[in-house]
């Protein structure tokens, strides 16, 4: 399935005087790695990577990344084409499918997206268990995991189904994501309606009310599909590598999703757009001083990090980052938007591009840094922005949970680790222990 290419070239390892082979594989698009499935069977070692820096755990033919380069493709379609030319749902398509639709396919898979909107009428009573202001990615997580339980129909032929499957995750994901913060705000749900697109429908779900309708408007539908897209695939981050090691102990797609959407949560991954956004907030309201920040994010004693700045992978600008920052001068123009918190980020960004400590450690704008400030223009509030990013990255989690179930190369993940605790010691009965000192 996947196209690795066995190369003739061999990694040479010296250990304890013995020299070992180990066969070299190579990408698509040139990259190598050396596999080193036999390694503890022929040596007795394993290896070590905390955080999987230099790990590879599969070969996929999703999504290219480059992070020297700056390049990011999707099944070999450059971002920058796809974010201007498509929509969401074709890049959807594009993601699970391998191919991007023809006008026939788009048009079937939309009907599916129309069909498999609503949610059990029996779901919508769980938003009223949650407390008020409970976050939405708890509320997210914990309904897209109860979808096994509503709608178990497809799981028994998960790959023969996944077209259902996928459809039926993408629609009700938007919609429940909607509902999320229409209880939030105690108003009264909008269902989705068949005559809207995937993205105008969310919107509408989102913002209309009894008492005054939703206006859709194109400048707004246009950015939301440039973000989703955006968001799309990002090869194995730790959400996407979180829904493949828990479908890895063949968990259905819904269960292993919801594990994704938690591992988004965090601050350091998807929740650094929230917090982007707080970090803004905070320095706008204390006068615009973003060099006390700086300051404080190069302070080795001090925790904080500039949040919406560095890459695990990127050494170099994040091609979304551009795209975004770009989007975002466009949207706030065409939407007559001014927003103090624009040019509070693009000083930051300049400030922070000519200072050692970035440059040295390679520190660039990531997707997260620009993204709230749309998403703020279009009416979208804070504390939804991550529930966004997973809106948009769900369909990069079915297709790694699609290709990862097809692999026949797939093992349950299990890494292993170095022991570093007590030796082998005598019980104690509990009349003799002294207990933890
Ligand atoms: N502000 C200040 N210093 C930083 C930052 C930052 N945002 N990011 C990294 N560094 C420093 C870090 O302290 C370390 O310095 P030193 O070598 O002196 O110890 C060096 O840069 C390397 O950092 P690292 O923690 O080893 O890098 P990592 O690859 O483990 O972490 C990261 C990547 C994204 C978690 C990190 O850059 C970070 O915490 N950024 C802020 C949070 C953020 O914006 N996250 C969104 C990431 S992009 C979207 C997504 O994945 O969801």
Known sequence: MTNRIITDEKAELILDGKTYHLPVIMGTEGEKAIDIKSLRAQTGYITMDSGFMNTGAC????????????????????????????????????????????????SNFSQMLGKYAMIHEDMIRFFDGFPPNSPPMAILSSMVNSLCSFYPDMLDNPLENIDKMAARL????????????????????????HDLSYCANFLNMMFDSPVKPYEVDDTVVKALNKLLI????????????????????????????????????GPLHGGANQAVMEMLDKIHMEGGNFKKYIERAKDPNDPFRLVGFGHRVYKTHDPRARIIKKACEDVLNALNVKD??????????????????????????????????????????????????????????????????????????????????????????????????
């Open 230 to 265: 955006l968001h799309g695939d990002h090869e194995q981050n730790c959400s996407t590598s979180t829904v493949r090691v828990v479908g890895s102990a063949r968990v259905n797609l819904y269960a292993s999703i919801s594990a994704g959407i938690n591992a988004l949560w």
């Open 170 to 193: 993408l629609s009700k994901v938007r919609t429940i994501a909607a509902f999320s913060y229409k209880k939030s705000m105690g108003q009264p749900l909008v269902y989705p309606r």
């Open 59 to 106: 070969c996929s033919s999703i999504t290219f990344l480059d992070g020297e380069e700056g390049v990011l493709s999707y099944r070999g379609y450059g971002i920058e084409e796809l974010a201007e030319n498509c929509t969401f749902v074709e890049v959807s398509y594009l993601l699970d499918n391998g191919c991007l639709p023809s006008q026939e396919q788009l």
């Open 340 to 437: 103090p918190l624009l040019d509070i980020a693009r000083e930051l960004e300049a400030v922070a591009l000519s200072d050692e400590y970035f440059i040295e450690r390679n520190l660039y704008p990531n997707v997260d840094f620009y993204s709230g400030i749309i998403y703020r223009a279009i009416g979208i509030p804070t504390n939804m922005f991550t529930v966004m990013f997973a809106l948009g990255r769900l369909p990069g989690w079915i297709a790694h949970w699609k290709e990862m179930w097809d692999d026949p190369d797939w093992r349950i993940s299990r890494p292993r680790q170095i022991y570093v605790g007590h030796k082998r010691r005598p019980f104690v009965p509990i009349e003799r222990r002294t207990g933890c000192v």
